[in-house]
């Protein structure tokens, strides 16, 4: 039976273990511990993603990731009513370790009840909040599962993931001639405002119900009374839409050409990414249908709809594994206010349980 004050105290205890994008290893070691009370056999690929393996044909994969946005250091959670929050000074760690600690609640359950349930394989893996990283140098030989249920969307796990945006994030340095802003300034080429001509030629926002474009942070000069040398701004834009894409990458392009065209003189250099790639699962699809079939046993009502985020799904998906992503109680992540709904813990870990022992 599901322990609503084990799964609250292991949510509180994994959630002050540090482990921002690139220190996951204190997270991975505790895991470690954790699963290897549990029976699985712990093992580590080259990029320290981590993998919890047993016996048996066709295991399921169990996955979420490690690591936590900043700032994420120091974290003191706090229960207050039927919320687990921070003290506001840092987020909470929700995502994703609500998802983690649902599946630890879910398998703990399972072994107490004496009961049966199906072979599994858990990986966790890092850096998925800087790009999937983890998941896109992820060992596939090592991967054993042929389905898979990602635990990291946002709101209660009623929430089924359908579709995901493909992600291409961009870097623009910008290199003028720096002056001295009052005798001479003349002589100087400011990179400020070549990079805010190029951003001002771009879209921002949201563009349709399935595309975004958001040009996130800008840096640039080094005093105030000197014409600014360099500037660099970075952005990001997704799209389900194959033709919208490739027309915001021309968009792109034609901005710092026409930068180019205008001040001869600077060096502008770009660089753009696909971090990772859309994927869409239609309603009927097998682990869809899985999905929503253990929501419905467990008297939950399913609500499928797509994400702008990505997760390590869009991976798996592209890697030929069907991966079906559901909420993990966790709201307002990637922020100071993120808490997690007790109630709503309590039910993805209780998803979690009838999806393993569901016949």
């Given at each position: 039976?599901?322990?609503?004050d084990?799964?609250v105290n292991?949510l509180?205890?994994?959630?002050?273990?540090?482990?921002?994008s690139?220190?996951?290893?204190?997270m991975?070691?505790?895991?470690?511990?954790?699963l290897?009370?549990?029976?699985f056999?712990i093992?580590?690929?080259?990029?320290g993603n981590l993998f919890?393996?047993?016996?048996?044909?066709?295991?399921?994969?169990?996955s979420?990731?490690?690591?936590?946005v900043d700032p994420?250091?120091g974290?003191?959670?706090q229960?207050?009513g039927?919320r687990i929050q921070s003290?506001?000074t840092?987020?909470?760690?929700?995502?994703c370790?609500?998802?983690?600690?649902?599946v630890?609640?879910a398998?703990e359950?399972i072994?107490?009840?004496?009961g049966?349930?199906?072979?599994?394989?858990?990986?966790y893996?890092?850096?998925?909040?800087?790009?999937?990283?983890g998941?896109?140098?992820?060992d596939?030989s090592?991967?054993?599962?042929?389905?898979a249920?990602?635990?990291?969307?946002n709101?209660?796990?009623?929430?089924?993931?359908?579709?995901s945006?493909?992600y291409?994030?961009?870097d623009?340095?910008?290199?003028?001639?720096?002056?001295?802003?009052g005798?001479?300034?003349?002589?100087g080429?400011?990179a400020i405002?070549?990079a805010?001509d190029?951003i001002?030629?771009?879209?921002?926002?949201?563009?349709d119900?399935?595309?975004?474009?958001n040009?996130?942070s800008?840096?640039?000069?080094?005093?105030r009374n000197t014409v600014?040398e360099?500037a660099f701004?970075?952005?990001?834009?997704?799209?389900?839409?194959?033709?919208?894409l490739?027309?915001?990458?021309?968009?792109?392009?034609n901005?710092?050409?026409?930068?180019?065209?205008?001040?001869?003189?600077?060096k502008?250099?770009?660089?753009l990414?696909i971090?990772?790639?859309?994927?869409t699962l239609?309603?009927?699809?097998?682990?869809?249908?899985r999905?929503t079939?253990?929501?419905?046993?467990?008297?939950?009502?399913p609500?499928?709809?797509p994400?702008?985020?990505?997760?390590?799904?869009n991976v798996?998906?592209?890697r030929?594994i069907?991966?079906?992503v559901?909420g993990?109680?966790t709201n307002?992540?990637?922020?100071?206010?993120?808490?997690v709904d007790?109630?709503?813990?309590?039910?993805?870990a209780?998803?979690?349980?009838a999806?393993l022992t569901?016949?």
């Amino acid at each position: 039976m599901i322990d609503r004050d084990r799964v609250v105290n292991t949510l509180c205890e994994i959630v002050q273990i540090d482990s921002p994008s690139g220190e996951e290893e204190a997270m991975a070691q505790d895991l470690n511990r954790r699963l290897t009370a549990l029976g699985f056999v712990i093992s580590r690929d080259a990029h320290g993603n981590l993998f919890a393996s047993e016996e048996g044909s066709n295991p399921l994969m169990l996955s979420a990731h490690m690591d936590t946005v900043d700032p994420g250091r120091g974290i003191k959670p706090q229960v207050v009513g039927d919320r687990i929050q921070s003290d506001g000074t840092t987020i909470l760690g929700g995502d994703c370790k609500a998802g983690i600690a649902a599946v630890l609640e879910a398998l703990e359950s399972i072994k107490q009840d004496g009961g049966s349930r199906i072979p599994l394989q858990l990986i966790y893996t890092r850096g998925e909040e800087i790009g999937l990283v983890g998941a896109r140098n992820l060992d596939f030989s090592m991967v054993q599962a042929k389905h898979a249920v990602v635990f990291d969307g946002n709101g209660p796990v009623s929430m089924v993931t359908t579709a995901s945006p493909t992600y291409v994030s961009f870097d623009v340095r910008i290199t003028g001639r720096s002056a001295h802003a009052g005798v001479e300034p003349e002589k100087g080429l400011s990179a400020i405002r070549i990079a805010a001509d190029i951003i001002g030629r771009l879209p921002q926002g949201r563009l349709d119900d399935e595309t975004t474009i958001n040009v996130g942070s800008i840096t640039g000069g080094s005093v105030r009374n000197t014409v600014p040398e360099e500037a660099f701004f970075s952005g990001e834009f997704r799209s389900r839409s194959t033709e919208t894409l490739d027309l915001l990458r021309l968009q792109i392009t034609n901005a710092l050409d026409a930068a180019r065209k205008l001040y001869t003189e600077a060096k502008i250099v770009e660089d753009l990414d696909i971090s990772f790639h859309t994927y869409t699962l239609p309603d009927d699809h097998e682990m869809v249908q899985r999905a929503t079939n253990v929501l419905t046993d467990i008297n939950l009502k399913p609500q499928l709809g797509p994400t702008g985020g990505g997760t390590d799904a869009n991976v798996f998906n592209r890697r030929g594994i069907p991966a079906v992503v559901v909420g993990m109680s966790t709201n307002l992540m990637h922020t100071n206010r993120e808490y997690v709904d007790i109630l709503d813990l309590v039910d993805t870990a209780r998803f979690c349980q009838a999806l393993l022992t569901r016949v």
